[in-house]
């Protein structure tokens, strides 16, 4: 038996989003005492289950956000997370965080009937989709992943004290007027005083300027269209009011930098990554770091675009993706049966996991657990030798190297673009003709 864990031919860069569909079915699922969610259902009801997280958090679903997946074939499954769009209460901070939204999937799989999903995210939906895929390893069949977020403390000084700020001065001047000067030196724990005060008028101001910030840097081109959004005070306070509160928490991690020291959990699930290289909101250094710690995840670099999904080549290939991903379900390249048993195997190797409120590690120990994790990784299937498996990924990326020599420095990882970085293109180009013509 030959098992194939990333089967991956040339992408098809044409590919367009779907046109759009009504969902067949929407409802809440009432997850906690106070916390009522929304989901919807589109596309085929007998098809391959995948849900879409979306940003933020507390960004929200919309209807095009059901186009990047073939609804012949796809059960398209779209939730609000906690607080967010049509979920209730509105902006809630209450019971809300990263562990309560992991566990609101899971609650939302078995609420409808479903063994494993494909999971696809982007922004704060791929951090969400990682530590998803994390905590529930056997119940990801695959992940499709988008301007790579970890909510690490680097990552947000990058973009919300200084970083960004150097890139787009004039947006950023908006940005810092809400804050008196003496309180700019920490703009996070600043702005989350003011969203979560009293005054009402504060917060709807505040969050209007937080929500402008990204989305004016969240194109490689500013969008306009995309920079009047927050100016819809219902959206922006719940965008503004949840984002920073989990920013201020540290997306309530138990220690800086978790997502990326736990991927050991996920290298048997097919991952591909689609990231823009001019990606202001999600630098591209936090997709390197994950290729560093998981180089069978296939990556994808849009050289012409930013953070959006609505960007035309990171949306060509988001759809592209989910494509090879039907296409590999459809053929059997990856079975149930194959996840499950690389699941287990990983489990009885893998060191033990503390709880998701347990005391947080120091990164030394991360690390150590981390470097555990690596060693771990199952070498084969039940039943199936090495020589038998492809190695995931392989078709673009060489194995792990071995580790260097005592005394050597350690070899960088190889990321093969012959496949997947797409070149820039000329004004009039293939990504971004609608603008130049």
Request: proline share 7%; glycine share 8%.
């Amino acid at each position: 038996m030959r098992i194939l864990l990333a089967v991956h031919s040339q992408p098809t860069t044409m590919a367009e989003p779907y046109p759009p569909i009504a969902p067949y079915q929407s409802d809440f699922l009432q997850v906690s005492d106070i916390h009522r969610i929304y989901y919807e259902q589109s596309g085929n009801p007998n098809g391959y289950p995948v849900i879409f997280l979306h940003g933020g958090p507390g960004g929200g679903t919309s209807g095009g956000d059901r186009t990047f997946f073939d609804p012949k074939f796809y059960r398209i499954i779209l939730t609000d997370q906690r607080g967010a769009g049509k979920s209730t209460p509105h902006a809630c901070l209450e019971e809300n965080t990263t562990w309560h939204l992991v566990a609101d999937i899971e609650k939302l799989r078995v609420h409808l009937d479903i063994e494993k999903w494909v999971v696809f995210g982007g922004s704060w939906g791929s951090t969400l989709s990682l530590t998803y895929a994390e905590t529930h390893p056997t119940r990801v069949t695959s992940l499709v992943l988008r301007g790579i977020f970890t909510l690490r403390r680097e990552e947000l000084l990058w973009f919300y004290q200084e970083g960004a700020s150097f890139i787009m001065p004039d947006y950023w001047e908006e940005y810092l007027e809400q804050i008196p000067t003496e309180e700019r030196g920490d703009m996070i724990s600043a702005y989350y005083k003011r969203l979560t005060g009293s005054d009402r008028q504060q917060q709807l101001s505040c969050a209007s300027a937080w929500s402008k910030w990204e989305c004016a840097t969240c194109k490689l081109y500013v969008d306009e269209e995309s920079v009047a959004k927050a100016a819809d005070p219902h959206w922006a306070l719940a965008f503004a009011r949840i984002e920073c509160h989990y920013f201020v928490n540290g997306g309530f991690f138990e220690y800086d930098g978790q997502v990326i020291a736990e991927l050991h959990k996920i290298k048997h699930i097919p991952t591909t990554v689609v990231q823009g290289r001019y990606d202001l909101v999600c630098p591209m250094k936090t997709c390197w770091d994950l290729h560093k710690s998981f180089p069978e995840a296939e990556i994808i670099i849009v050289d012409d675009n930013g953070h959006s999904s609505r960007e035309p080549g990171i949306q060509r290939e988001l759809v592209a993706a989910c494509d090879r991903v039907r296409d590999m379900l459809k053929t059997g390249s990856v079975s149930a049966d194959t996840i499950s048993s690389l699941t287990a195997e990983m489990s009885l190797q893998a060191p033990a996991q503390a709880s998701a409120y347990a005391p947080a590690q120091t990164p030394v120990q991360a690390q150590a657990s981390a470097q555990v994790g690596r060693q771990a990784t199952p070498q084969r299937a039940a039943g199936v030798s090495m020589q038998q498996m492809d190695y995931p990924g392989a078709r673009f990326h060489a194995p792990p190297k071995q580790a260097a020599p005592t005394g050597q420095p350690p070899s960088t990882p190889n990321l093969d673009n012959a496949m997947h970085k797409r070149q820039l293109q000329p004004p009039g180009g293939f990504s971004h003709g609608f603008l130049f013509g």
